[in-house]
């Protein structure tokens, strides 16, 4: 059973940087990773995933902007998100599965990000 904590999260203005962490416990990370986020009164949607061998993608609004990254060797894979921009605002989950024909098996508890203008 993998266990998955998010960190890093807060408020900053329009133009900043942050950088969220998500640390897995209990087993190594998962072959696929993924950060999704969820706004007020939205679906959750996929922001960014990265494999094992580390290949990744983005969402549209976000490319050029956030970088996906992993380490296996500290069981985490972090988010670095630039040029922030309102419409980040969100609760960021951290996620994991093993099977890319499979759903996102694992999740953490979530880290809010505020963006104000």
């Known amino acids: 059973q993998v266990q998955l904590v998010e960190s890093g999260g807060g408020l900053v203005q329009a133009g900043d940087s942050l950088r969220l962490s998500c640390v897995a416990s209990?087993?190594?990370?998962?072959?696929?990773m993924a950060w999704f986020r969820q706004a007020p009164g939205k679906q959750r949607e996929l922001v960014a995933d990265i494999a094992s061998g580390g290949s990744t993608s983005y969402a549209a609004s976000v490319k050029g902007r956030f970088t996906i990254s992993r380490d296996n060797a500290k069981n985490s894979v972090y988010l670095q998100m630039n040029n922030l921009k309102p419409e980040d605002t969100a609760d960021y989950y951290c996620?994991?599965?093993?099977?890319?024909?499979?759903?996102?098996?694992?999740w953490g508890q979530g880290t809010q990000v505020t963006v104000s203008s």
């Open positions: 209990g087993s190594t990370l998962t072959r696929y």
């Open positions: 996620a994991g599965r093993w099977f890319v024909a499979t759903g996102y098996d694992y």
